[in-house]
């Protein structure tokens, strides 16, 4: 599956599981549901999947990514009022810290609001 398709199956199931719940599910939730919706279409997606954070050469922390979808996209979810560039920027480390490049910030707020997010390797 090409990364456009991907990305396309993702957002079809946020909005899919947006339009059921609407806003009422905590965030962890939101994750669980789009994977069980990508499941349920063939898609292959990762839940929690870790990411370890080096400083120094020494493990400094693990971080949660919510979802990785098809091996290919990187799927934050939240539950705000709106999306602000912290929570991008959050998406975009953990896009430097792994071989992904591409990710999508979901928002599960008052309205539904995506952004993706692209890291360029070098």
Known sequence: MELAETTRVILAAFFDVYRHFNNRLPEPHCS?????????H????????????????????TMRMDLVVNQQVVVECKRLPRLLDTHRLQLLGYLRGTPYEHGLLLNFGPS???????????
């Open 42 to 61: 063939g898609v292959p997606a990762e839940r929690e999947v870790p990411v370890e954070v080096h400083y120094r050469g020494r493990l400094l922390t």
């Open 32 to 40: 669980k549901a789009i994977a069980i919706w990508l499941e349920d």
């Open 112 to 122: 539904p609001d995506h952004r993706r997010v692209v890291s360029r390797k070098q």
